[in-house]
């Protein structure tokens, strides 16, 4: 059974929003090293509607022969559901559109998928996913920022959700790499 693994670089102050404006600087091998095992352990790779219209066009353009090629090469290859339901067709290689009862596909995504199901921005859909129970693990990596414009993970729009603490490592950099699950006990 697959687990649903959702993953953001997060200021102090919760935005999640444009974090190629504010990451960078603390971005170091520890932190590419954790990203590097985030990826090692991804069956099947989930994402809401903008992030898909954005990676879908970025990613297969990306030249074989550049920096980001070996990156390129996961996204494109690696299997992609999109949360959509107003999506009608997916055109990038390997995706599949989740739509209508999308509480129940996901489900059965997680019953049919040996591996984590990874997920990486798309705040909107792991807010929606968090109130129904659907993520097994949120990974942050807390920047030591506060950026203070732009839209934070958590809002009034999400119910309570009670995590436990997984795991936690300090970068050098300052960098918190934090891991949650839900904490079915309260």
């Given at each position: 059974?697959?687990?649903?693994?959702?993953?953001?670089?997060?200021?102090?102050?919760?935005?999640?929003?444009?974090?190629?404006?504010?990451?960078?600087?603390?971005?170091?091998?520890?932190?590419?090293?954790?990203?590097?095992?985030?990826?090692?352990?991804?069956?099947?790779?989930?994402?809401?509607?903008?992030?898909?219209?954005?990676?879908?066009?970025?990613?297969?353009?990306?030249?074989?022969?550049?920096?980001?090629?070996?990156?390129?090469?996961?996204?494109?290859?690696?299997?992609?559901?999109?949360?959509?339901?107003?999506?009608?067709?997916?055109?990038w290689q390997e995706s599949t559109i989740i739509s209508g009862d999308i509480e129940t596909k996901v489900?059965?995504?997680?019953?049919?998928?040996?591996?984590?199901?990874?997920?990486?921005?798309?705040?909107?859909?792991?807010?929606?996913?968090?109130?129904?129970?659907?993520?097994?693990?949120?990974?942050?990596?807390?920047?030591?920022?506060?950026?203070?414009?732009?839209?934070?993970l958590f809002n009034e729009q999400l119910p309570a959700v009670p995590l436990k603490l997984l795991s936690?490592?300090?970068?050098?950099?300052?960098?918190?790499?934090?891991?949650?699950?839900?904490?079915?006990?309260?």
């Open positions: 059974m697959g687990k649903i693994v959702s993953s953001f670089f997060i200021a102090l102050d919760g935005v999640v929003e444009q974090p190629d404006q504010w990451h960078f600087p603390y971005f170091d091998d520890e932190m590419g090293a954790a990203i590097g095992e985030g990826m090692a352990s991804c069956a099947a790779f989930l994402m809401g509607r903008t992030m898909y219209d954005e990676w879908s066009t970025y990613w297969p353009s990306i030249a074989e022969d550049s920096e980001e090629a070996e990156i390129a090469a996961f996204f494109n290859n690696i299997r992609k559901y999109v949360i959509s339901n107003s999506l009608t067709e997916a055109k489900r059965r995504l997680k019953d049919e998928t040996d591996g984590n199901i990874n997920m990486s921005g798309s705040a909107k859909t792991v807010r929606w996913l968090l109130a129904h129970g659907l993520v097994d693990e949120l990974e942050l990596m807390v920047h030591p920022i506060v950026v203070g414009k732009g839209q934070r936690s490592k300090t970068f050098g950099s300052g960098v918190l790499h934090l891991r949650y699950g839900p904490d079915t006990a309260k």
